[in-house]
């Protein structure tokens, strides 16, 4: 995904985070803290790529990044998200003070670029160094930015615009559904033969 498509992206995301009550931080927490706080990691895991937007200017950090473990490889992990969120909340100095909800949207923007490169036929490797690719391509390769920015575009208007009591609705109705299948389905499963 273009480094277009991954701010459009963060932007959609931080804004259904707060409306939909992500987390009871995030809910509460200040625009001006959590949407700069998403962007600015919105293209890190990108680092790994010596000609992406952050690589060209860090060329020094990307390249030996590059080298090591290649493009979407321990920066598109969860393995990367857990490292960060344990120097965040332990390396730091302490006399820097990071509000919570600056570090949730921080956290939240990592963790929104890796969910939209799962969404290109590419994926991500989530359980690196597992090699397993973790995908659901419904969009092309970034080599076609159109359709990407149109449906990124799509998500932040969808965001902004629905009502929050309707979005609520469905969450409420999806997950109903979610627990009457696993109710119906999970005593098939642990009859299933190990
Ligand atoms: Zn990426």
Known sequence: MTAEGHLLFA?????AAKRYDLTPIISTADWWHL???CLLTSLLPDIDHPKSLLGQRLRWISLP?????????????LI?????????LNKLPTNLFIPSDVIQGMVLG??????????????VPLLWPCRWRFRLPILPSSKHPQPERYFCIALLTFTVLTPESLT????????????QTWQQWSPLLWRFPR
Do not use: C, E
Not at 11 to 15: F, S, Y
Not at 80 to 88: E, K, Q, T
Not at 112 to 119: G, P, T, W
Not at 168 to 179: D, E, L, P, R, Y
């Open 168 to 179: 609520k609705q469905w969450i409420t109705v999806g997950s109903q559904q979610m627990n």
């Open 80 to 88: 990367a998200v857990l490292i960060g969120v344990f120097l965040l």
């Open 11 to 15: 932007l959609a995301t931080a804004v």
């Open 110 to 123: 990592y963790l929104s670029h890796i969910l939209a490169d799962m969404l290109t036929p590419a994926g």
């Open 65 to 77: 990044i590059s080298r090591i473990v290649g493009h979407r490889g321990f920066t598109h992990s």
């Open 35 to 37: 949407i700069p706080a």
